[in-house]
């Protein structure tokens, strides 16, 4: 082993930490009298910098290549909306089958019809069944059709409905065409579908961005001892304070929906820490948007993506929000909450650790 | 995989336990970037530079798992990303501009002639850039090293990684000199 190899491993070593503090100290000694030794090393340094940069760099080039999660807010109540919406067009189909094709059929008798229509398709038959069904409640509940739960309240219904067709037979042959005609088809069902697209979309309520410290709870250390540090949200102004707590039928009208779109709360944010402790220190501030969103089926549920969260059908004035070991609780009165990542629909869960509802109620 | 074992095998050098990490890590953390005049090119740099670190701190032993490795990986992007911010000037508006002009020029030339040993070690062949990057970015033994290359023993990896490292130095030497005579 030449020289030049010893000073390298002994520079080696000495950057990659492995000579003990008399070695140090000597090494130290010799760079600042021995100018040329000095110089080596620096060149040496350059050299490893610059080898650790090529390999950082290398690194970060592979995950340049990595695909990174889309982001995701696709509204998750679409889903049964659609469904429903499948099934008012497949009732709507029946119902031009009965209006349509069954008088072309029977034009001399049309009391008949009913059992025509049976004998000729059960599926047809049990479809104009269920239409004739909605259309009376149509009839009756014109005025509160538009309300919110109305778009899935119908196909559920119908569902029933078509897995129990003798029963309905009975309504069907009490019901005769000539009432079906009197409801006056074409304008109801323009009416429903204006219903559809005005109550079918999701309505933010409000939304606000709440910093929580990180908290770190260790479960072995006395609570008193604790780093607690809270984040408090206090209601400070409300722009349209009617709006904060809106029932579903309050928001039926397309005006109602613009409006509440657009009020959003302005809280202020009251930090206040209680008490630090030096040995665990909180990690960092993290922020956090919560949105409240009311969904046109009141799903009651959230959905948690990077640091927005959307609470659906929670609109409580006072919430409070905890990061406490890396899982953020949100406490709603006297209900604490456990928020998990979830970019689709989660139901709340409460939290039943003991331990972790003791921490947080003392913050 | 767990934090454990997530970190078990980044030690062990895999790249995918890393992207991993990357990805798990990015959501959190661009939230946080764009709420900061940030975007999300921004965010998925910081996240990137970010996992480096803890790439580097585990190897080189420097990292203690005390919180979840998601806070830490979040705790250092918030870390580079307000450095990169008070570099930019953009956080402070007055403090920024008088701070910008001030390091610059002795990190220059430092700067420079890593830039030229990075460009160098490209020229080296596929052995000596995995010998030298294990040894000096991942901190691997020379027994370690000298498995994963299919060298016989400690001693063959230690005298590959001497001969790798003349190589790049005369490489930059020889950039040095060509710089000078122009």
Same mark, same amino acid.
């Given at each position: 082993?030449?020289?030049?190899?010893?000073?390298?491993?002994?520079?080696?070593?000495?950057?990659?930490?492995?000579?003990?503090?008399?070695?140090?100290?000597?090494?130290?000694?010799?760079?600042?009298?021995?100018?040329?030794?000095?110089?080596?090393?620096?060149?040496?340094?350059?050299?490893?910098?610059?080898?650790?940069?090529?390999?950082?760099?290398?690194?970060?080039?592979?995950?340049?290549?990595?695909?990174?999660?889309?982001?995701?807010?696709?509204?998750?109540?679409?889903?049964?909306?659609?469904?429903?919406?499948?099934?008012?067009?497949?009732? +709507?189909?029946?119902?031009?089958?009965?209006?349509?094709?069954?008088?072309?059929?029977?034009?001399?008798?049309?009391?008949?019809?009913?059992?025509?229509?049976?004998?000729?398709?059960?599926?047809?038959?049990?479809?104009?069944?269920?239409?004739?069904?909605?259309?009376?409640?149509?009839?009756?509940?014109?005025?509160?059709?538009?309300?919110?739960?109305?778009?899935?309240?119908?196909?559920?219904?119908?569902?029933?409905?078509?897995?129990?067709?003798?029963?309905?037979?009975?309504?069907?042959?009490?019901?005769?065409?000539?009432?079906?005609?009197?409801?006056?088809?074409?304008?109801?069902?323009?009416?429903?579908?204006?219903?559809?697209?005005?109550?079918?979309?999701?309505?933010?309520?409000?939304?606000?961005?709440?910093?929580?410290?990180?908290?770190?709870?260790?479960?072995?250390?006395?609570?008193?001892? $604790?780093?607690?540090?809270?984040?408090?949200?206090?209601?400070?102004?409300?722009?349209?304070?009617?709006?904060?707590?809106?029932?579903?039928?309050?928001?039926?009208?397309?005006?109602?929906?613009?409006?509440?779109?657009?009020?959003?709360?302005?809280?202020?944010?009251?930090?206040?820490?209680?008490?630090?402790?030096?040995?665990?220190?909180?990690?960092?501030?993290?922020?956090?948007?919560?949105?409240?969103?009311?969904?046109?089926?009141?799903?009651? +549920?959230?959905?948690?993506?990077?640091?927005?969260?959307?609470?659906?059908?929670?609109?409580?004035?006072?919430?409070?929000?905890?990061?406490?070991?890396?899982?953020?609780?949100?406490?709603?009165?006297?209900?604490?909450?456990?928020?998990?990542?979830?970019?689709?629909?989660?139901?709340?869960?409460?939290?039943?650790?003991?331990?972790?509802?003791?921490?947080?109620?003392?913050? | 995989?767990?934090?454990?074992?997530?970190?078990?095998?980044?030690?062990?050098?895999?790249?995918?336990?890393?992207?991993?990490?990357?990805?798990?890590?990015?959501?959190?953390?661009?939230?946080?970037?764009?709420?900061?005049?940030?975007?999300?090119? $921004?965010?998925?740099?910081?996240?990137?530079?970010?996992?480096?670190?803890?790439?580097?701190?585990?190897?080189?032993?420097?990292?203690?798992?005390?919180?979840?490795?998601?806070?830490?990986?979040?705790?250092?992007?918030?870390?580079?990303?307000?450095?990169?911010?008070?570099?930019?000037?953009?956080?402070?508006?007055?403090?920024?501009?008088?701070?910008?002009?001030?390091?610059?020029?002795?990190?220059?030339?430092?700067?420079?002639?890593?830039?030229?040993?990075?460009?160098?070690?490209?020229?080296?062949?596929?052995?000596?850039?995995?010998?030298?990057?294990?040894?000096?970015?991942?901190?691997?033994?020379?027994?370690?090293?000298?498995?994963?290359?299919?060298?016989?023993?400690?001693?063959?990896?230690?005298?590959?990684?001497?001969?790798?490292?003349?190589?790049?130095?005369?490489?930059?030497?020889?950039?040095?000199?060509?710089?000078?005579?122009?």
């Amino acid at each position: 082993m030449n020289n030049e190899e010893l000073n390298m491993e002994l520079f080696d070593n000495y950057l990659l930490g492995k000579l003990n503090p008399n070695e140090i100290e000597a090494f130290d000694l010799k760079l600042n009298q021995d100018s040329e030794f000095k110089s080596e090393f620096e060149d040496y340094k350059t050299i490893v910098l610059g080898i650790k940069d090529y390999s950082r760099n290398d690194l970060k080039n592979f995950l340049k290549e990595e695909e990174l999660p889309e982001i995701k807010m696709v509204a998750f109540w679409k889903k049964p909306l659609q469904i429903a919406a499948s099934l008012i067009l497949l009732v +709507g189909l029946g119902f031009i089958i009965k209006l349509v094709v069954l008088p072309i059929n029977n034009s001399t008798a049309i009391t008949n019809a009913p059992e025509s229509s049976k004998a000729k398709s059960e599926n047809i038959d049990t479809n104009a069944v269920s239409t004739e069904v909605k259309f009376l409640e149509i009839e009756s509940e014109k005025k509160e059709l538009a309300e919110m739960e109305k778009p899935l309240a119908p196909p559920v219904a119908n569902v029933e409905q078509m897995e129990m067709p003798k029963e309905s037979n009975s309504a069907y042959d009490n019901f005769k065409s000539e009432d079906v005609k009197a409801v006056a088809p074409a304008t109801t069902y323009a009416e429903r579908d204006d219903v559809d697209f005005n109550v079918l979309s999701e309505k933010k309520l409000r939304d606000t961005t709440i910093t929580t410290k990180l908290l770190v709870f260790n479960y072995n250390m006395d609570a008193e001892k $604790d780093n607690l540090s809270e984040v408090r949200i206090t209601k400070a102004e409300n722009k349209k304070p009617g709006k904060s707590l809106p029932a579903p039928a309050n928001n039926t009208n397309a005006g109602n929906v613009n409006m509440n779109d657009k009020a959003n709360a302005k809280y202020k944010i009251d930090t206040a820490i209680l008490k630090k402790n030096k040995e665990h220190k909180t990690t960092a501030l993290k922020n956090y948007k919560v949105e409240f969103w009311q969904s046109p089926i009141n799903f009651k +549920g959230y959905k948690f993506i990077g640091n927005t969260i959307q609470l659906y059908g929670l609109d409580v004035k006072n919430i409070k929000l905890y990061d406490v070991n890396n899982t953020v609780y949100i406490k709603v009165i006297n209900t604490v909450y456990k928020l998990k990542n979830c970019s689709d629909a989660c139901v709340y869960q409460t939290e039943t650790d003991t331990e972790i509802l003791n921490f947080i109620s003392k913050l | 995989m767990n934090d454990e074992q997530l970190v078990a095998a980044i030690k062990n050098g895999s790249k995918q336990a890393l992207a991993q990490l990357y990805k798990d890590s990015y959501m959190s953390i661009r939230g946080y970037i764009l709420k900061n005049s940030g975007n999300s090119y $921004d965010a998925e740099d910081i996240v990137q530079d970010a996992v480096i670190v803890i790439w580097e701190k585990i190897h080189h032993n420097q990292l203690e798992l005390k919180a979840k490795l998601s806070t830490l990986v979040f705790a250092i992007s918030r870390n580079l990303w307000l450095k990169r911010l008070n570099k930019l000037g953009k956080q402070t508006g007055m403090d920024g501009i008088i701070s910008e002009n001030l390091t610059v020029k002795d990190d220059a030339f430092a700067t420079e002639n890593r830039q030229i040993v990075m460009q160098m070690m490209e020229n080296l062949g596929a052995n000596c850039k995995d010998i030298l990057t294990f040894f000096y970015f991942d901190a691997l033994d020379m027994n370690t090293i000298a498995q994963k290359l299919n060298y016989n023993n400690a001693d063959t990896a230690k005298a590959k990684k001497y001969q790798c490292f003349k190589q790049l130095q005369q490489l930059v030497l020889n950039t040095y000199h060509k710089k000078d005579l122009i």
